[in-house]
């Protein structure tokens, strides 16, 4: 009965995205008069309590583990833990796929509720753009992936959740990512709405950029949390693999800080009014890409999407129609929207100018990246396309984007002169230098992290330039959100670069009692203790472990083997100090009875995750101050109309 | 006769069971001892693809087949052959697709024209955008 609920609610939700998407089209065609267009809102806002309905049902057959439902009996177990029972309904196709609708009609329901900034023409085609693209969804997820699908026969046990994913990582990392996608879901029904209604105007960035925002800090959160992810769980220290699946989450990430940038130029400078729709669509594209990738199987190779097709070519079927028909209506409305006023190379817009390209040019680079090993394995050439590509075309086009990073800031908007300026380049400029010829000396490697190195260094001190001489109290908070931001840009940029430069690898194999060294520390291998989990066993090595032969800690690396499905992890142990982390991995056992150990030194690797939430941090507060700016603004209107109101029945 | 049948199934079902859980090889787990050597096989270990995984070298794999192609890495290098020498060997037997490292080649040219595309377009782009401004 739950699970019907369930799929019910999804339908009764599909039926209104219909309704949604006609009282829009209605709306725009007949003026908003018409009765139709009244429904719009209320049937977005409903659509959203019905899918959450939805959602509260699917985690309601995963709490109670009802194996007569498929997706329940095909994914978790009886015998998990309740928190990784919840975790697992969206930690499969369906499931993820119901989570993103979810957030998605939500989103809708909370643009339909509260913005009220727009015209209501535009607002409309903003709300019928999002009913046409959440359609898409439901017709997925109710026609080819039903997570409510009954079984004709309850299963006797599941068949488990793969151990790797039994952790809280899998708990939030996919919802985070989503609400991004989601996020940005908005911002290209916005752009649609204002393509639509050629209206496109700064107020429509200002309801835009909340939406951006949000998607952008839970982007950041998402490929943070999933980096360190994968760097704790895989076992082997490494924390950025340019695998597809990362890429597919990085590319929507780029196109949306492009996408940000350009559209606080909009909103400041009613400026590059093309350019931000354009970045709008293909911030959506990239989310979609991103989905299409991750969901299809086409990742695992070309040939196993052509074996089961129907979901990819769903997906792809969608991600045409969208994208096909944003850049139609694009094409068709680009020309008679102006491009907005003018500035000079030397102005913030400007420099805002460089961000958008060089960044357009990453997401372009990483994405041929990924796409073109699929491309020729179409025809049967296989090329692996990895960091040793990645790393140095993105750095060509990454390091002028940091250089102007530094100094753009400072810049006044339409028109400025580099030399008002010209102390701070040339103090940045001194930074670089500096840095880059004392860390040459210093340490001598490869020249990306010398690169990175020396540029932290120099927008690390660069990001606090533009709160100098003024009242610190008195900055607006979405100022202290940029500053932090790109501060955060540069920690994040030392933790790469130190983890290239300064890491140090020990494989040792130790008898019980046997000690070994790695970079600072000293290890001792106490004892090897087998020990139980509720679905698994483990071989614990008990370390014991001294930083420069100061008091020892005592960790416990396990070797897992889980036996639902059977499988074997690592559950490696950080030791974390301010200045970097161990990082312990139990191996197996050799056949002269020694212990395999695998350890790394780390120096300030922690700071690429803590620049990660830094990042995010900005991106909040940043976030915080429009939206209080919006709602001050808001309410002063309110007043206003109120007192004219009382003025006019006084009169 | 049964004792011979059950000789003669213990003797072929050996080799399958010797084949599961036979060691890694030496090197899979186990540095060499000269540090400048290690360096070098850790350099060309991390532009090698492992075969049996996803998106991953072969320095950051536990797939068996990663364990003996980080071995063939080690001994080899500590044998004197040059990093470009075994990268060749390993693509004669596996195919480019093993080696992350960029090669320009018939099959790869578009990775490296785009991105030098991608300099031209936005150098263009800044042109037209400020020639008449700045």
């Known amino acids: 009965m739950i699970a019907e609920i369930g799929l019910a609610a999804l339908w009764l939700a599909a039926a209104l995205a219909v309704l949604q998407l006609v009282g829009g089209v209605l709306a725009l065609r007949g003026g908003i008069e018409s009765e139709l267009a009244g429904l719009?809102?209320?049937?977005?806002?409903?659509?959203?309590?019905?899918?959450?309905?939805?959602?509260?049902?699917?985690?309601?057959?995963?709490?109670?583990?009802?194996?007569?439902?498929?997706?329940?009996?095909?994914?978790?177990?009886?015998m998990k833990p309740l928190i990784f029972k919840l975790s697992g309904a969206w930690g499969n196709h369906e499931g993820s796929m119901l989570l993103w609708v979810t957030v998605m009609a939500l989103a809708g329901a909370l643009i339909a509720g509260v913005e009220r900034r727009l015209p209501e023409r535009t607002m409309q085609a903003t709300l019928a753009a999002q009913g046409f693209v959440a359609l898409g969804f439901y017709a997925f997820l109710l026609l080819s992936s039903n997570p409510f699908e009954r079984l004709p026969q309850p299963a006797v046990e599941g068949l488990g959740l793969n151990p790797l994913l039994q952790d809280i990582g899998l708990a939030l990392h996919p919802p985070t990512l989503y609400f991004g996608?989601?996020?940005?879901?908005?911002?290209?029904?916005?752009?649609?709405?204002?393509?639509?209604?050629?209206?496109?105007?700064?107020?429509?960035?200002?309801?835009?950029?909340?939406?951006?925002?949000?998607?952008?800090?839970?982007?950041?959160?998402?490929?943070?949390?999933?980096?360190?992810?994968?760097?704790?769980?895989?076992?082997?220290?490494?924390?950025?693999?340019?695998?597809?699946?990362?890429?597919?989450?990085?590319?929507?990430?780029?196109?949306?800080?492009?996408?940000?940038?350009?559209?606080?130029?909009?909103?400041?400078?009613?400026?590059?009014?093309?350019?931000?729709?354009?970045?709008?669509?293909?911030?959506?594209?990239?989310?979609?890409?991103?989905?299409?990738?991750v969901r299809s199987g086409i990742l695992t190779s070309v040939h196993a999407f052509a074996v089961d097709p129907e979901r990819g070519s769903f997906i792809l079927f969608l991600l045409a129609l969208y994208i096909g028909g944003a850049l139609l209506l694009f094409a068709l409305r680009a020309?008679?929207?102006?491009?907005?006023?003018?500035?000079?190379?030397?102005?913030?817009?400007?420099?805002?100018?460089?961000?958008?390209?060089?960044?357009?040019?990453?997401?372009?680079?990483?994405?041929?990246?990924?796409?073109?090993?699929?491309?020729?394995?179409?025809?049967?050439?296989?090329?692996?396309?990895?960091p040793p590509y990645f790393n140095p075309v993105g750095a060509v086009f990454a390091f002028p984007m940091l250089a102007v990073m530094a100094v753009g800031p400072l810049l006044r908007w339409r028109k400025d002169s580099w030399a008002r300026i010209s102390k701070e380049i040339a103090l940045v400029a001194a930074l670089l230098l500096a840095a880059l010829i004392l860390c040459t000396v210093l340490f001598g490697t490869a020249l990306l992290p010398l690169l990175g190195l020396s540029f932290a260094f120099a927008v690390g001190v660069a990001s606090f330039l533009p709160l100098k001489g003024r009242n610190l109290l008195r900055v607006p908070i979405a100022t202290w959100g940029m500053v932090i931001a790109h501060f955060g840009i540069a920690v994040a940029l030392?933790?790469?670069?130190?983890?290239?430069?300064?890491?140090?690898?020990?494989?040792?194999?130790?008898?019980?009692?046997?000690?070994t060294a790695v970079g600072p520390w000293g290890v001792q291998l106490e004892s090897v203790d087998p020990i139980a989990g509720p679905n698994w066993t483990a071989m614990a090595g008990q370390l014991d472990v001294s930083y420069k032969g100061g008091e020892p800690t005592r960790i416990a690396p396990e070797s897992r083997n889980f036996w639902a499905p059977a499988q074997q992890t690592t559950e490696s142990v950080l030791v974390t100090r301010w200045n970097g982390q161990l990082y312990a991995v139990m191996g197996g056992e050799n056949n002269d009875g020694?212990?395999?150990?695998?350890?790394?030194?780390?120096?300030?690797?922690?700071?690429?995750?803590?620049?990660?939430?830094?990042?995010?941090?900005?991106?909040a507060l940043a976030l915080i101050g429009r939206v209080r700016v919006d709602l001050r603004r808001r309410s002063v209107r309110r007043k206003l109309a109120m007192r004219r109101n009382d003025e006019k029945a006084l009169a | 006769m049964r004792a011979l049948a059950i000789l003669l199934a213990a003797l072929i079902a050996l080799p399958l069971a010797a084949q599961d859980s036979m060691p890694p090889a030496p090197y899979a787990y186990r540095q060499l001892d000269d540090p400048e050597q290690e360096a070098a096989a850790q350099e060309l270990m991390?532009?090698?693809?492992?075969?049996?995984?996803?998106?991953?070298?072969?320095?950051?794999?536990?797939?068996?087949?990663?364990?003996?192609?980080?071995?063939?890495?080690?001994?080899?290098?500590?044998?004197?052959?040059?990093?470009?020498?075994?990268?060749?060997?390993?693509?004669?037997?596996?195919?480019?697709?093993?080696?992350?490292?960029?090669?320009?080649?018939?099959?790869?040219?578009?990775l490296f024209a785009v991105p030098?595309?991608?300099?031209?377009?936005?150098?263009?782009?800044?042109w037209r955008r400020f020639r008449r401004r700045a």
């Open chain 2, 116 to 126: 030098a595309l991608l300099v031209g377009i936005a150098g263009l782009l800044f």
């Open chain 1, 335 to 386: 020309g008679s929207i102006n491009e907005g006023e003018r500035f000079s190379v030397a102005s913030r817009e400007g420099a805002l100018v460089v961000n958008n390209v060089m960044l357009s040019a990453i997401l372009a680079v990483v994405l041929l990246g990924t796409l073109y090993p699929l491309l020729t394995e179409a025809f049967d050439v296989r090329v692996s396309v990895g």
């Open chain 1, 181 to 293: 996608y989601v996020g940005l879901s908005v911002a290209f029904s916005f752009a649609v709405g204002a393509l639509m209604t050629r209206q496109v105007t700064p107020d429509f960035a200002r309801a835009m950029r909340p939406w951006i925002l949000g998607a952008w800090v839970f982007l950041t959160l998402g490929i943070t949390a999933g980096s360190y992810w994968a760097y704790y769980e895989l076992g082997w220290g490494g924390y950025w693999f340019w695998d597809p699946v990362e890429n597919a989450s990085l590319m929507p990430w780029l196109a949306a800080t492009a996408l940000l940038h350009s559209a606080s130029v909009l909103a400041s400078r009613d400026a590059l009014r093309v350019w931000t729709i354009m970045l709008g669509v293909v911030a959506f594209s990239m989310s979609m890409l991103g989905t299409f990738l």
């Open chain 2, 46 to 110: 991390e532009t090698l693809r492992c075969l049996k995984c996803q998106s991953q070298s072969i320095a950051d794999s536990d797939a068996p087949m990663a364990g003996d192609m980080r071995h063939q890495v080690r001994i080899r290098i500590a044998a004197g052959e040059e990093p470009g020498e075994i990268r060749r060997w390993l693509m004669d037997r596996y195919g480019d697709y093993v080696s992350y490292q960029p090669v320009m080649s018939a099959t790869t040219w578009p």
């Open chain 1, 494 to 515: 030392f933790g790469m670069a130190s983890e290239g430069a300064f890491s140090q690898e020990k494989l040792a194999a130790l008898e019980e009692g046997g000690t």
């Open chain 1, 40 to 78: 719009t809102r209320p049937a977005a806002i409903l659509q959203g309590g019905l899918v959450a309905v939805s959602f509260a049902m699917l985690l309601w057959v995963f709490a109670i583990t009802d194996l007569s439902v498929k997706l329940v009996a095909m994914n978790s177990h009886t």
């Open chain 1, 594 to 619: 020694r212990w395999q150990l695998r350890l790394w030194w780390k120096p300030f690797v922690t700071f690429i995750w803590y620049g990660g939430l830094l990042v995010a941090l900005g991106g």
